[in-house]
């Protein structure tokens, strides 16, 4: 069973660092590209950062780009997500998924909130 658990979320100041991380388990996990979306406040949920399973060829949302840097451990079966710069707009839940056989697995979500 897959189980994809994200940590690290909280209130920051404007402009401050934040480290995501997300433990995942059930699956090969190094056979996988890992994702992070997120869904603020009335909004859709949309895709943030990707990263496939050998760590190359990253993909990010234009929002973040420059700002945001996704990376992976597979001995640790964990993908992080490196928040710089942050802004008020970046406030959202932060969720990590991986797609198998055709169906996308998401953790419960780390909650962001970017306030002075």
């Known amino acids: 069973q897959v189980q994809l658990v994200e940590s690290g979320g909280g209130l920051v100041q404007p402009g401050g660092p934040l480290r995501l991380s997300c433990a995942a388990s059930g699956f090969t996990f190094s056979s996988y590209e890992m994702r992070w979306y997120r869904q603020g406040p009335g909004k859709e949920r949309g895709l943030v950062a990707a990263i496939p399973s050998t760590g190359g060829d990253l993909n990010y949302a234009d929002s973040v780009k420059g700002r945001f840097t996704i990376s992976r451990d597979n001995g640790k079966n964990t993908v992080y997500l490196q928040m710089n710069s942050l802004k008020p707009e970046d406030t959202a839940v932060y969720y990590c998924?991986?797609?198998?056989?055709?169906?996308?697995?998401w953790g419960q979500g780390t909650q962001v909130t970017v306030s002075s």
């Open positions: 998924s991986v797609r198998r056989f055709g169906a996308r697995s």
